[in-house]
């Protein structure tokens, strides 16, 4: 069957001769295609001239098209293999397919390795993938095929958990489950060394955020004689990274019990019964309404606070309000890591958000550190879009 035309409204085509991954709605002039299409569909993108520009996934919504190609081949087993191989390649680049003291990172990061609304983290031997777009969800036969084509013997399982990300509205009624091999649900990783368990069947994301890798080495290196609170804690990164670091004494804080169940484990699994280490099942903002001076270290990573454009505003009053409270009452000479993993908050738009919170607070700030998504989780030169990871180390007088 020909693949369905769609024609973009003058100078709409713009964009995408710049390479960029996206085609919204409201360029679109007209689709020729000889049934009504279908969510997930193979479509070609056509100039109002009638020129062809690109390749890409037919979906529902503001981002009507996620492109996979600005070329006309065909989107089969050997395009998704060489896809594959490309990503793996980058990360072999990186040292990570084959370092002893890190076992688990990112393979494909969306938009970032030209495979828009896909994301695969290894675990050891185990990929864990997760689609965020039909067309992604309807073509994971062909991406498991492609991640054992890539990875042979060194893949011995491979997990699908996308019930969550694809579009509810697609009525695809999505079930996770193994896509290849099977594996014990708790896995032990290594991350610079640090040993970590990882449940990608019911964790949140694949079941580990591989992308303060680098973010909490830096924790430990300021961590030596601190006391430190880790606040949306989830499963304790960067309070093991803080105890390796030296810490005096860590805090860790997150609302959910089962995640403190998980810190606990992993600060056993890490130092045994004894480390100076402590852990509460509250709601964050709420603790820090009254710490005192106890911390001279704290680290804000809360969930996403702005999903999309809409709620911008009160998510900025919420990053605001956090960052005064901490800022507020680290000790003098403390240090503040603060982040946010909103796409849709602009590194300037936090800096400034967090300006404007140690004005309320007022301290005297220094900005020692600004940080970002570790390398394997690459940005699409063409997609600035793609540099969601945003934070800021404070020295605070």
């Known amino acids: ?22 085609i919204f709605s409201g360029a679109i002039y007209s ?17 109002s001239k009638g020129d062809f520009l690109a390749r890409g996934h037919y979906q529902i919504g503001s981002i009507a098209v996620r492109v996979l190609t600005f070329e006309q081949q065909d ?9 594959i191989a490309s990503a793996y390649d980058v990360r072999r680049t990186l040292a990570l397919t084959d370092c002893d003291h890190t076992t688990c990172y990112r393979l494909v990061h969306g938009e970032g390795d030209n495979l828009p609304g896909l994301v695969v983290d290894i675990y050891g031997t185990v990929a864990v993938v997760q689609c965020h777009s039909v067309g992604m969800y309807r073509s994971r036969e ?18 699908d958990k996308s019930a969550q990300t694809v579009p509810y509205k697609a009525n695809l009624n999505p079930v996770d489950g193994y896509l290849y091999g099977a594996a014990e649900k708790d896995n032990v990783v290594l991350e610079n060394g640090n040993k970590f368990l990882v449940n990608w069947e019911e964790g949140q994301k694949t079941g ?30 960067f309070s093991v990274y803080a105890l390796a670091g ?12 089962r995640a403190i169940r998980l810190v606990d484990e992993n600060i056993k699994l890490n130092f045994g019964e004894n480390a100076p280490h402590s852990s509460l099942a509250c709601d964050a903002v709420e603790y820090l309404k009254n710490i005192g001076d106890k911390y001279d270290m704290i680290i804000l990573d809360p969930p996403a606070f702005a999903k999309h454009h809409k709620v911008l505003g ?13 800022l507020s009452q680290i000790k003098s000479g403390g240090i503040l ?9 602009s590194k300037e738009l936090f800096r400034t958000t967090v300006f404007t919170a140690a004005a309320i607070a007022g301290r005297k700030v220094r900005i020692l550190h600004q940080l970002t998504q570790p390398t394997d989780h690459p940005i699409n030169i063409y997609h600035p879009e793609g540099e969601y990871l945003k934070g800021l180390v404070l020295y605070v007088e």
């Open 208 to 237: 580990f955020f591989i992308d303060q890798r680098f973010n909490r080495e830096l924790v430990k290196r300021y961590a030596a004689g601190r006391t430190v609170l880790n606040t949306f804690c989830y499963t304790g990164g």
């Open 246 to 257: 030296g810490a005096k004494e860590v805090c860790s804080i997150d609302a959910s019990e």
């Open 337 to 345: 890591f603060t982040f946010s993993c909103s796409q849709a908050v």
């Open 31 to 47: 689709i020729d295609s000889e049934k009504e299409l279908e969510e997930g569909q193979i479509v070609d993108l056509y100039s």
């Open 1 to 22: 069957m020909a693949i369905p035309k769609i024609f973009l409204r003058r100078g709409k085509e713009e964009s995408l001769q710049r390479c960029h991954p996206w």
């Open 142 to 159: 062909s991406i498991a095929k492609a991640i054992v084509a890539v990875f042979g013997d060194k893949i011995t399982a491979i997990y």
């Open 75 to 83: 989107i089969n087993e050997q395009w998704w293999t060489e896809r």
């Open 314 to 326: 009160n998510a900025m009053q919420g990053y605001k309000r956090l960052n005064a409270r901490a």
